[in-house]
């Protein structure tokens, strides 16, 4: 199984930025790709951005050009950096490993954005 902790949300105003990280253990050598997720209140949980094993990236439309998905295989990390955030970006912001059939979630980091 992997475990998988979030940290680096908080409250910051439209147009700044953040940077959430999410550290990794347990049987990292089995994952395939590692992405972000959120989900606002009232909303379904969205995929952010993803990155697979090989590095190729996905990212939602709405945060193209705003976000960017990385990774630090030697520190068993994933990182979001967040650029231009808006007040629709606020929800909790989940890190998710994708290790064959089994995917494992983090607890989840708020980020607020005030207009």
């Known amino acids: 199984q992997v475990q998988l902790v979030e940290s680096g949300g908080g409250l910051v105003q439209a147009g700044g930025s953040l940077r959430l990280s999410c550290a990794a253990s347990?049987?990292?050598?089995?994952?395939?790709?590692m992405g972000w997720y959120r989900q606002a209140p009232g909303k379904q949980r969205e995929l952010v951005a993803a990155?697979?094993?090989?590095?190729?990236?996905i990212y939602a439309d709405s945060v193209k050009g705003r976000f960017t998905i990385s990774s630090d295989n030697a520190k068993n990390t994933l990182d979001l950096q967040m650029n231009s955030l808006k007040p629709e970006d606020t929800a909790v912001y989940y890190c998710?490993?994708?290790?064959?059939?089994?995917?494992?979630w983090g607890q989840g980091t708020q980020v607020t954005v005030s207009s």
């Open positions: 347990g049987s990292i050598f089995t994952i395939n790709a």
């Open positions: 998710n490993a994708a290790a064959g059939p089994f995917s494992s």
């Open positions: 990155i697979t094993s090989s590095g190729s990236t």
